[in-house]
């Protein structure tokens, strides 16, 4: 079953503009991670941030964690046309496995 | 360095036909194996998971199963396909440690059309 839902399912900006999405979860979680699916290849992880940390940066991203909401959030600064792409959020599932959002489709426009 | 591969990429196959997708993982030992599909726009549905061989857990009831016969392969298949086994097939793997913070390292994929 899916735990994350990401906000919005679509967002189109141009290069240079900053990107946020949003995942929002239901059942407690000790960890949360973020994955960008290029069109027709397979998931790639960009981070991953634990339950005691509210913030986490690599690169370009900023990742948000507040697990009083349940909720993360994903920021891409200064877009690139590289950056479309659909971006998932992933939460923990039975130990082993983890449950994917439906994602979130950015679109950067030159 | 871990390479996961899955093949066929495509496949078109009538309905009612048997499916067989493989994937291998290189580079690492006893890794945890993952089979998701996702239809198209659409999120990743988990299908099935494995922690060894011989080893499956089954996530959704359909006409699937899946094998592990070897450490790092894991097998897809179906006797019989149904058009709404049409979709993108995505094999992952995870390290073996105990513990939920560990990320997925997924294959490039097989898109599946049942006609």
């Known amino acids: 079953s899916q735990q994350g839902e990401e906000d919005p399912q679509a967002l189109s900006i141009q290069e240079g503009e900053n990107a946020t999405m949003n995942c929002s979860y239901k059942t407690s979680i000790n960890n949360l991670q973020w994955y960008r699916q290029n069109s027709g290849r397979g998931l790639v992880h960009l981070i991953l941030i634990r339950s005691n940390e509210r913030e986490k940066h690599s690169g370009r991203l900023r990742v948000t964690l507040d697990t009083s909401k349940k909720s993360s959030s994903l920021l891409i600064t200064a877009s690139r046309a590289a950056d479309t792409a659909s971006y998932f959020c992933?939460?923990?599932?039975?130990?082993?496995?983890?449950?994917f959002g439906k994602g979130t489709s950015l679109l950067v426009t030159p | 360095s871990q390479t996961i591969h899955q093949w066929p990429a495509t496949l078109v196959q009538p309905v009612g036909s048997p499916l067989s997708l493989e994937c291998t993982v290189e580079g690492t030992s006893n890794p945890n194996l993952y089979w998701y599909r996702q239809a198209a726009g659409r999120g990743l549905q988990l299908l099935f998971y494995?922690?060894?061989?011989?080893?499956i857990s089954s996530e959704v009831p359909q006409n699937l199963s899946a094998s592990r016969p070897q450490d790092r392969q894991f097998i897809l298949s179906s006797k019989k396909l149904l058009l709404s086994d049409s979709g993108f097939y995505l094999c992952a793997w995870r390290s073996p440690r105990r513990g939920m913070a560990y990320e997925q390292y997924f294959g490039p994929g097989t898109r599946l059309t049942v006609t």
């Open positions: 494995s922690v060894g061989i011989g080893q």
């Open positions: 992933a939460t923990p599932y039975s130990g082993y496995a983890l449950n």
